[in-house]
Structure formats: structure tokens, C-alpha cells
């Protein structure tokens, strides 16, 4: 089968059409940066955060706990990260259009991509940040932003989960939650949003841990894509230079992606040190170190970070499957996603109307055990097939005059287009025990 890979436009029809993504407030123009999931998208981002969930937890040798941190946060926390002033964008602006762009984002030797001309003005840094007010004086002690990472809420929780739960250094804190970025250029899409869900994963450790450690995750959380599905030829480690570390970072790696528009971070893995801990300790007065018992003295852990956007992921997920090709029975586009990664599991399409109640009980019996499947009835089996192509359905069911006879449906697979019979008591076990996520990630 001829194949067609796909492109940025392709995907954000694909996302409308079939209620993966919209433009946020929409019918008012939009809001530039923001989007609004539909009910595939909701449901593909639920199985991409259990997925990751999943990679972490398997780890049994490995204390692991989550919370939910606020998306609200104090002037002088922010101010301890060193976000207040290291957390800027080089801003350039065109003085015949007033057009803005992140001055690494294009060439100011050229003229701007709006108007055509070149006149820009000299580039400065953009706070990214947003900024808002807690009450209902504007008074400098009721200043708050809304945070741009979720890793500060696990940094100043840190002692409040030691000493609530049995866990012992080393040991992670993970969440997944909503942070905000005031970005200069929100572009391609999904890629870079101003609001946007991360999941994060802060791993403490000794210093004498910690490299080992980085490395750990480093090849940890490759290997959590290639369990995905993803193409691993696309997929690469890039460890960043001297020069482009963070003001906390000793050392970093991205996973990378090749997107359409290049080489593009998928996820960053940091050796934070023990930065974040010593600056929130020092600044809030708190002591945040920890008691080694066995060398009696108290020590500062450092921290190993791992994080990722779902969003980006999402639109990872939908570049990777996304293909168009030419079949027996005309053209097709199908979404490859990996099962657990797909909104619908399955997929129960009877022939004609007549025959539904059988397909309809299964269908009501999975669907009361909490799995995602659709009954489908209207248009021709052919069209139904495609339709759920198009969303990343991997299976169909299709219960016709011979399953009167001996109870048994044709299972259709969504990549190969082959079909086969199976018992239709046999469904439920079927959909569970096909490509489960976990197997491929040990």
C-alpha cells in the first residue's frame, strides 16, 4: 500500500473534523495559543496520562507518589526559583507592522514574514510569565502568577510529603497538572501553547546517586516511546551543551522527535543538583535538607527531573500514526495509534439494523465495565470501517447473518484490514489481551 505521511494542515483538519482538538472560544474568533480538547481528544490525553502513569509505577524496586499542586503561586516562591529573572523570551518587534516574534525564531537580517519589510527594533527579553492579583486590593503582598512549570509545587511540597508518607531517600514526586507560558509565538499547532498540562516526575537522591540516576531515566524514558509505538527512527537522545543549560541545570538531555518542522524536544531529562531545594529552603527559612542516619548529618538531596507536555505528546502520537494510503477499495486515512494510546478501544458494527441486539448487549456489557467502545449502525460497513480509521480505532466487530448461525463476529484489525471470526463471548478478552502496554515496556 502506497503511503503518505502527514502534514501540519492535514492534522488540524483531521483534530476539527473528528473532535480531537478546537480552537479555543472558537465562535469568537478564537484565543491564539489556547485549544479546547474534544471528546476523542479527552479520551486519547486519559490514556496517554495513565500510559505514563503506567511507566513510572511498574518500577516496584522504586517509591513513587503523586500530587495535585496549586496552579497558583506566590511572588517570593517564584522569586526563590529564579523564574522572576531568568524566565524570558528574546522578544524583536517589525516597526512598520508592529508584528512581534522570538528574535531565535527568525533571521533579522531578512524582512518580516508579515509585511515584507525590515525594520525591526532592537530585540529585548519577554517575561513569560502571567501575572494576576489575589484580592481585591492591587497591593505588591497580593501579587501571584500562575505557574509556568509544575516542578516548583513538588520542590516546596517536599518536606510535607517526607514526613507525611513512609518514603526514604531516594525516592520521586510526580504530577500532572496545567502550567501557563506567556509565549511570544504560539505556533505549529499543539507544539507551543500558553496553556498547556505537563507530566513531571522530581527524583531525590544523594549526590552520589544522582549521575547514575540521570542516566537511569535518561534511557528510561526513551525506551517509554518506544513502548508506545513510536517510530524509533524518528526518535533521539540529544544531550545539551555547556552553553544551553538552565541557571539550575548541570546536565540536561532531550528526547527528541522529528516533526514535519524538524528535530523538536519531546521531553527534557535535568540534573537539577540541589538548586530548587537550597533556594526554597534558603529563601522561605525552611530547613528542607534531610538526616542521613548512617553518616549522622544532614544533607540537601539533589534531583533528577524528567518532564513532559501532554499536549506535545498528543500531537506526537497523531504525527506518528497519521497515514494515507491507497487500498483495494480506494483511498484510506487511519490514525496507527498504539491500542492502549487509542480514545476508542473498539468499535460494534452490526451488518444491517436488524441484527444489532446481539452486538448490542456485548457492546452495553464492555461498556459497564468501564471500556471505551462505540456502537455503530448508521451508513454502510464500508464507511463505518473507514470512519473509525480515521479516529484510531484498532478493531471492529461485525456481527452478520452468519453470526446467527454459530455466534461468532468478525473481527476486522484497523491496520492490516484483515479479518478473522471469533466467538463473540470472546470480545472482552480479546480487546484486553491485545498489545497491552505494560508487556512492551518490561
Known sequence: MAQTAATLEKLVALCKRRGFVFQAADIYGGLNGVYDSGPLGTLMKENIKSAWKQSLLRHLDKDILFIDGALLGTESMWK?????????????????????????DIDLNGNCSRCGKKDWSEVREFHLMFKTQLGASVEQSSTAYLRPETAQSI???????????RV???????????????EVTPKQFLFRM??????????????????????????????????????????????????????????????????????????????????????????????????DEKKAASFMPHVVECSVGVDRLFLTLL??????EETESGPRVVLKLHPT??????????????????????YR???????????????SIGKRYRRHDEIGTPFCFTYDYDSEKDNTV?????????????????????IKNTSPFLDKLC
Open 194 to 291: 500558553r496553556e498547556f498540562e505537563q507530566m513531571e516526575i522530581e527524583w531525590f537522591c544523594t549526590e552520589e546517586e544522582a549521575l547514575s540516576a540521570f542516566a537511569f531515566w535518561r534511557e528510561e524514558r526513551k525506551n517509554f516511546y518506544t513502548a508506545l509505538g513510536v517510530t524509533n527512527e524518528k526518535v533521539h537522545l540529544r544531550d545539551h551543551t555547556q552553553e544551553e543549560l538552565s541557571h539550575y541545570s548541570s546536565a540536561t538531555c532531550d528526547v527528541e522527535y522529528e516533526f514535519p518542522f524538524g528535530f523538536k524536544e519531546l521531553e527534557g531529562i535535568a540534573y537539577r543538583g540541589n538548586y530548587d531545594l537550597t533556594q526554597h529552603s534558603t529563601c522561605s527559612g525552611k530547613d528542607l535538607s534531610v538526616f
Open 155 to 165: 520542590f516546596v511540597n517536599f518536606k510535607n510529603v517526607l514526613s507525611s508518607n
Open 319 to 324: 504525527f506518528d500514526a497519521y497515514a494515507e
Open 168 to 182: 526514604k531517600i531516594p525516592f520521586g514526586i510526580a504530577q500532572i497538572g496545567k502550567s501557563f507560558r506567556n
Open 80 to 104: 526563590a526559583s529564579g523564574h522572576l529573572e531568568n524566565f524570558h523570551d528574546p522578544l524583536v518587534e517589525c516597526k512598520a507592522c508592529n508584528a512581534r516574534f522570538r528574535a531565535d
Open 365 to 379: 456489557k464492555l461498556r459497564a465495565c468501564g471500556h471505551s467502545v462505540q456502537f455503530d449502525s448508521s451508513g
Open 341 to 362: 494510546i487509542a480514545p476508542i478501544k473498539a468499535a460494534f458494527l452490526p451488518l444491517v439494523d436488524k441484527l444489532s441486539e446481539p452486538l448490542l448487549q456485548a
Open 410 to 430: 468478525t473481527v476486522r484489525y484497523r491496520d492490516s484490514m484483515k479479518q478473522e471470526r471469533i466467538a463473540i463471548d470472546a470480545i472482552e478478552s480479546f
